[in-house]
């Protein structure tokens, strides 16, 4: 009988355990939530200073640890066959430079950043829409997923010349925009290929506090106001993931670090503002 009790006594201490530590979970989201007064303050503000935002902001605010990466290491052999269709090269060193090229295409590497350029696609779109362009540039970036990893939705854009598309890495279902590929696709196929590309590690050090969304906003705005470019300006997209957010990353023992940013995209502009999401401080890369 006294057996039974026990019994009763700790399930229902059980019952009352998890009922606090739900609400303590609700509070805490709540807690790490935009409110909708926020959302609305932060468009007024951004409107009476002639920015005008046309997309939803990240409201849930998450702890993310620094993100951990090297230096990439390749073999002639790979590079041949993720570029040049397994076709022989020549290669040239020139200081940190590496190129390799045959008497259709180019490669130079030099360290994380490469350039591919293929000299016999002649440049112009044609009839080809921005779904030719994606599926043509998928099409590469399939290919290569064995070495260079998993990569998000990409971002068309039309160009001058053919259509540029955009691909960022994806770790664990978080951006990683210091990973990327910018594919110019023509009319006559793929014409060059810019990228980025580091293996990730794994996460690193401690989870830490983020700056709402909200918070990034005002540091881009103070920015955008002092530089005087313009009096206008229009947001289509704002987005937090991992990039590279110090000039000189490598650490002593040769491991470079990403840090979580929020990436601001201007209409009429076309490269984005990067705020560091730790210190809400505005980045410019070299």
Request: glycine share 6%; proline share 2%; aromatic share 12%.
């Amino acid at each position: 009988m006294e057996w039974g009790r026990a019994k009763q006594f700790v399930i229902v201490l059980l019952v009352i355990l998890n009922v606090v530590l739900a609400g303590l979970n609700y509070r805490q989201r709540q807690e790490n939530t935009m409110t909708s007064a926020q959302e609305r303050a932060i468009f007024e503000v951004l409107s009476q200073n002639g920015i005008t935002m046309y997309t939803d902001l990240p409201t849930d605010l998450v702890s993310m640890p620094r993100l951990e990466v090297e230096l990439p290491e390749y073999s002639k052999e790979t590079l041949e066959r993720l570029f040049f269709g397994s076709e022989k090269t020549t290669v040239t060193v020139k200081g940190s430079q590496n190129l390799y090229r045959n008497e259709y295409a180019s490669l130079t590497l030099d360290g994380a950043h490469g350039l591919f350029k293929k000299n016999t696609v002649e440049i112009g779109k044609g009839e080809m829409t921005k779904a030719d362009a994606q599926k043509e540039a998928q099409k590469f970036i399939d290919g290569t997923e064995y070495f260079f990893g998993t990569y998000d939705e990409p971002v068309v854009t039309e160009m001058k010349d053919g259509f540029r598309v955009d691909f960022f890495g994806v770790y664990k279902r978080e951006n990683v925009f210091a990973n990327y590929f910018s594919i110019l696709v023509t009319q006559n196929g793929i014409r060059q290929i810019e990228f980025e590309y580091c293996p990730i590690v794994d996460y690193n050090g401690e989870k830490r506090e983020l700056a709402f969304s909200d918070e990034a906003l005002l540091t881009f705005m103070r920015e955008w106001k002092k530089s005087g470019t313009a009096e206008q300006a229009t947001i289509h997209r704002i987005e937090l993931g991992y990039d590279k957010m110090e000039r000189s990353t490598a650490a002593t023992d040769g491991a470079i670090y990403l840090d979580p940013c929020y990436r601001i995209y201007l209409m009429e502009e076309e490269e984005p503002y990067l705020v560091n999401a730790y210190t809400c401080q505005i980045f410019y890369k070299d």
